[in-house]
C-alpha cells in the first residue's frame, strides 16, 4: 500500500508541510509507505488543453517532459494521494493547479476506451492559510478528484487557519492525521479487509505525532515563537 503526500507550498517546514507530514504519519500507522513531493522541486508546467482537440491527444503519460510528468507517474502508481496547498485567494497555490490541470491525462483515459487511472485511489485534501478559505480549496480539491474518478474517504478534508503554527491547531492536526488513518484504512476496505472508517480522537497520537514533526522539521530551536505554552511540553520529550 503507497501513500503519497503533494506539498502545494514552497515553504517545506511551513504549515502546510507540517499538516501533511502529520497525515503521512498517520497512514504509516496503518502499515503503508509513504512518500512526499513538493510541486517547487521542479517545473509544473501549465496545461495546454490536449482535451479540446477535434482528435484528443490528451493522455497519459503528460506530453511535457517536467516535473509535472514525474509527479503524474507517482499519482499513477499509488494507491492513496494527499494533496496540502497554502490558501491563496481562497483557492489552491498555482502549482497546485497546474498539477490538477495535467491531471486530465490521467482522467482522459476514458476517451482512449480505458478506465480513468485515479478510478479508485483514495484521497484527500489540506489547506492551511492564516485567513478564510481552507473550506474553499479542500472544496475545489476534493469535487475535481472524486469527478475524476478517485474515492473520498469519511473526514477526507482538513484545514487550519494558524498558518505557520498550524502543528499546534489540535483540531487541524487531528483532523489531518484521521486523513492519512482513513485513507489507508479505506485502501484496506477495498482489498477486502473489514477495518473502521471513524473519525479517530486520539489526542496521545495527536501529541506524539506533533513531537516527530517538530523535531523532524527543525522547529524545536524555534518552538518558544511558535507557541510559548508548548515549550514544557516539549522539554519534556
Not at 503524474?72 to 502508481?77: A, F, G, H, R, S
Not at 491563496?88 to 490541470?101: Q, R, T
Not at 480549496?137 to 482538513?158: D, H
Not at 473502521?196 to 480522537?201: K, R, S
Amino acid at each position: 500500500m503507497k501513500v503519497i503526500g503533494i506539498l502545494g507550498s514552497p515553504h517545506k517546514n511551513g504549515g502546510t508541510a507540517q499538516l501533511l507530514i502529520s497525515a503521512l504519519k498517520g497512514a504509516e500507522r496503518e502499515g503503508a509507505k509513504t512518500e512526499l513531493l513538493s510541486l517547487y522541486d521542479g517545473e509544473v508546467k501549465p496545461c495546454l488543453g490536449c482535451v479540446q482537440d477535434e482528435e484528443p491527444t490528451c493522455k497519459f503519460p503528460c506530453i511535457f517532459e517536467d516535473y509535472g510528468k514525474v509527479i503524474l507517474e507517482k499519482i499513477y502508481e499509488a494507491d492513496g494521494i494527499v494533496l496540502a496547498t497554502p490558501v491563496y485567494w481562497f483557492a489552491p497555490s498555482g502549482p497546485m493547479k497546474n498539477l490538477i490541470d495535467r491531471m486530465t491525462a490521467l482522467e482522459n483515459m476514458v476517451v482512449f476506451g480505458e478506465p480513468s487511472y485515479l478510478e479508485g485511489k483514495v484521497v484527500g485534501a489540506i489547506a492551511v492559510g492564516a485567513d478564510d478559505g481552507g473550506a474553499f480549496a479542500t472544496g475545489y480539491l476534493i469535487t475535481v478528484l472524486t469527478s475524476m474518478g478517485a474515492i473520498i474517504p469519511p473526514w477526507g478534508i482538513a484545514y487550519s487557519h494558524k498558518g505557520d503554527k498550524a502543528i499546534f491547531d489540535d483540531k487541524g492536526l487531528m483532523d489531518a492525521i484521521n486523513i492519512g488513518l482513513l485513507i489507508a484504512r479505506m485502501i484496506k476496505r477495498l482489498k477486502g479487509e473489514t477495518v473502521d472508517l471513524t473519525y479517530q480522537y486520539e489526542p496521545k497520537l495527536r501529541d506524539a505525532i506533533r513531537q516527530e514533526v517538530i523535531s523532524e522539521l527543525g522547529l524545536i530551536q524555534d518552538v518558544s515563537k511558535l507557541h510559548p505554552k508548548k515549550v514544557l511540553m516539549l522539554d519534556k520529550s
